[in-house]
Structure formats: C-alpha cells, structure tokens
C-alpha cells in the first residue's frame, strides 16, 4: 500500500460524458502527478500540481482539467469522453529527499468510455 | 527531451532461471532512473532506483539494475525468478535536478515466470 488512495476504482460511462476522478496523495506530500495508461500508447504524464498550483503539463488534452484543493487532495475532470479515452488513470504524490523525488503511485481508476 | 526504450513487451522464463529486462534511454541532461513493477490488476510499485553514487542498485526482492553511462542503458536483472515475479515492469527517466520532476516511461516489458 503505497499511502496514495484514488476514487472510484472503476468507472463506466458513455461517450460524451463527463467523469471526476479522484486522489489523495499521502500525507504530507504536496506534489501530484497525473498519467495515464492506455493500450497503444503506454504511461503518459498528464500535468502536475504542487501546493496548488499547476507545475507542469504533460501529454494531457484541453477537454481534461485537473485541480489540487487546499487540503491537498486532486481531482482530475475528463468531458466530451471518447472511446479512445478507455484507459487507467494512475495518480502519484511525490516526496523530495535532498534534491532526489521519488514518486508513489495510487492504485489508479480504470475508466470504460462505451 | 528524454526517451526510454524497453526492447522486450514480453519475456517468458521458467521458475529458477535467471533473467534481463533491458532498458535503455536518451537525454541530453543528466537523468534519475527508475523501475516500477505493476502486478495484475494493482497500481505501480517502486522495485530499485539510480540517483547517483554506485551504479549498481539493489531491492529488497532480489532485483538488481546497473547504470550504464556509456551505454544509456539501466537492466534490470535477477538471477533467479520466482512464479510471484509475474508482473509488468517498467522503466522510466526524470531529469536530475529539472523543474520537471515528471516520470518518463517505457512502453513495459511482460514478465511471465513459468512452473
């Protein structure tokens, strides 16, 4: 158990729907990741918070937003869904030791866009 | 940018051999390196990390990975596979000290230990 905990585990919706995911990273770490992992296209990084704020972006698509509240916890939002957007989406917080970061990942939300 | 390549998607052993899940990346800054196990239906799992220092890294689980500069590559081996080694095994770069602290992954090789 990696202290990272993601909601729902499953998620079945239709296309052109929107869904919420959701992670709480552990406690104490200020930083989350997330990624997605798809047949075709492997583990993607998708944007990552810190603190708040929006640290860096990845691969991710203008239809998925994703927000960290203050009590640090993430919720990423998908809309207008795809079939292509079937997938397992993983959350990650992180925790930096000296300069090194080492992520921890949640045990991710598997999302069926029928 | 960084790149990995993972140049096995499968490997089959038997139970008690030896094995090699290769990995190699290209950057052009100096990079973290990882590997990350995901048994069935479970999330990712830190196995062994390269930072600095050694360039052989140890798990607990008997794993071992040698940085290679020379040849940007991070194997991942064990000498001897255990039927509970079954898993996906991905390997994965970050750059060393880079505003980004984002993993890069490889597509994942297939470890499959058979009795």
């Known amino acids: 158990d990696s202290g990272v905990t993601q909601t729902p585990k499953h998620l079945i919706t239709a296309t052109g729907q929107r869904v919420t995911l959701r992670c709480s990273p552990r406690s104490g770490d200020l930083s989350v990741y997330w990624y997605q992992q798809s047949l075709d296209q492997g583990l993607q990084f998708l944007i990552q918070y810190y603190n708040g704020e929006e640290r860096a972006k990845g691969n991710i698509l203008e239809r998925f937003s994703a927000q960290q509240f203050p009590d640090l916890h993430s919720e990423l939002n998908l809309s207008s869904l795809e079939l292509g957007d079937s997938a397992l989406y993983f959350c990650?917080?992180?925790?930096?030791?000296?300069?090194?970061?080492?992520?921890?990942f949640g045990p991710g939300t598997r999302l069926l866009v029928l | 940018a960084q790149s990995v390549t993972q140049l096995d998607s499968q490997v089959p052993v038997f139970e008690e051999a030896p094995v090699e899940l290769r990995c190699n990346y290209s950057?052009?800054?100096?990079?973290?390196l990882f590997w990350y196990v995901q048994y069935p239906n479970q999330g990712l799992q830190l196995l062994l990390k390269?930072?600095?220092?050694?360039?052989l890294v140890e798990s607990i689980n008997g794993f071992e990975a040698e940085f290679n500069k020379s040849q940007t590559s991070f194997h991942l081996r064990k000498p001897s596979v255990h039927i509970s080694d079954t898993a996906e095994y991905f390997c994965a770069v970050s750059d060393v000290g880079g505003s980004q602290g984002n993993l890069i992954f490889g597509k994942g090789t297939k470890l499959s230990v058979k009795p």
């Open positions: 950057s052009s800054v100096s990079v973290y």
């Open positions: 990650a917080s992180s925790v930096t030791t000296g300069y090194v970061e080492t992520q921890y």
């Open positions: 390269y930072l600095s220092g050694s360039t």
